[in-house]
């Protein structure tokens, strides 16, 4: 992951920031052991390689066409890669990245379901914060309301901040598999993120959604949404995780940021 952002020969200097928010997230997937090949004593995720193969690839993919090499792109997502390659900026970015993540959730929704039932809520999880930071660049007012003007900062995957909407490590333990379980972890999840899950992001998920597959050309994404519960390998009616008893802290953030209207 690392050396895709330099490119063939790490001749890509102007594309180095961007990596930052790649490959911290990455580095959380090897410590939780999920990237382990299949004969490892303890094996990782089927699901979770896949996804990670399917952003190597598409990257690597958009490489080898900028540099030269014949033939158009094989998917949307190789496609949105080079642009990206071509003219770096966040919204390319966050385009190229989010459109190989949906591509990658769309085509093994099979190993998906193999899962447990805590690893899949996590996957909706990871899905709809990488969706959430999208807008805060792209579409700051659906984001964050009144507050639209940080919000591009907030999303910046040049910096740290980003971080804190992608990283899980105060949720998870660092293991693999979970302990099927999931209303002990998102009982234990620190402040921060219940806020901004509860309180800023749920209340948004109808309009993200939506936005997200017009962005991505992507109408399939709409399916992974069920009213306002998120439903990748997740049945709808089980919503309890997704709607827990607000906290004052999320109630406030509710009055204070409120939705946009239907």
């Given amino acids: ?3 895709l952002y330099g490119g063939p020969g790490g001749r890509a200097r102007r594309h180095l920031p961007y990596r930052r928010a790649a490959s911290a997230f990455m580095g959380w997937q090897l410590r939780r052991g999920l990237l382990c090949p299949a004969d490892c004593a303890t094996p990782g995720s089927p699901w979770w390689r896949a996804v990670n193969e399917r952003l190597l690839r598409d990257g690597w993919e958009a490489w080898g066409i900028v540099d030269g090499r014949a033939g158009p792109p094989t998917a949307p997502s ?4 080079v642009d990206f390659i071509r003219a770096p900026s966040t919204r390319t970015w966050y385009r190229a990245h989010n459109l190989s993540v949906v591509s990658a959730y769309l ?3 099979d190993l998906a379901v193999a899962e447990s039932r805590t690893e899949r809520f996590f996957m909706n999880l990871v899905l709809m914060r990488v969706l959430y930071a999208h807008a805060l660049v792209t579409a700051p007012r659906l984001a964050l309301g009144w507050l ?15 971080g804190i909407f992608l990283s899980l490590s105060r949720v998870l333990p660092d293991r693999y598999p979970l302990a099927d379980d999931v209303e002990t972890y998102v009982k234990d999840e620190h402040g921060l993120g219940r806020l901004l899950d509860v309180g800023v992001i ?4 109808p309009h993200l959604y939506r936005w997200s597959a017009t962005t991505l050309d992507e109408p399939r994404l709409l399916t992974l949404l069920t009213t306002n519960t998120p439903s990748y390998a997740w049945p709808p009616t089980d919503t309890t995780p997704w709607h827990p008893t607000p906290t004052l802290l999320t109630r406030t953030a509710l009055k204070t940021l409120p939705p946009p209207p239907p």
């Fill in 1 to 3: 992951m690392r050396r």
């Fill in 148 to 162: 639209a003007p940080v919000a591009p900062f907030l999303g910046d995957p040049r910096l740290g901040m980003t």
């Fill in 78 to 81: 190789v496609a949105a890669a």
């Fill in 107 to 109: 085509d093994h929704h």
């Fill in 202 to 205: 749920s209340p948004r998920l």
